[in-house]
């Protein structure tokens, strides 16, 4: 079985790149190139779902939207 998940990448100030999977709250990782973090991403999705069986289907990606707010 197989499903696919939306990922938001960012890269921070240490030069890593950080995903998470919006859909499996608490589901991230982190690695200093892309190839790396889709392997590790891929793994941590497995481990997610291996504790967490009730995964909701229904969600629809939408997109990300920049929000700027002067503080």
């Not at 999977?21 to 590790?40: I, M, N, W, Y």
């Not at 497995?46 to 990300?64: A, Q, S, T, W």
């Amino acid at each position: 079985m197989s499903r696919k998940f939306n990922v938001i990448i960012e890269k921070d100030e240490d030069g890593y790149y950080v995903g998470l999977v919006p859909d499996l709250p608490g589901c991230h990782s982190q690695a200093k190139s892309l190839d790396e973090l889709q392997k590790r991403l891929k793994e941590a999705i497995r481990l997610y779902l291996e504790v967490e069986k009730d995964i909701p289907e229904n969600r629809h990606f939408i997109g990300i939207q920049q929000i700027e707010v002067a503080w």
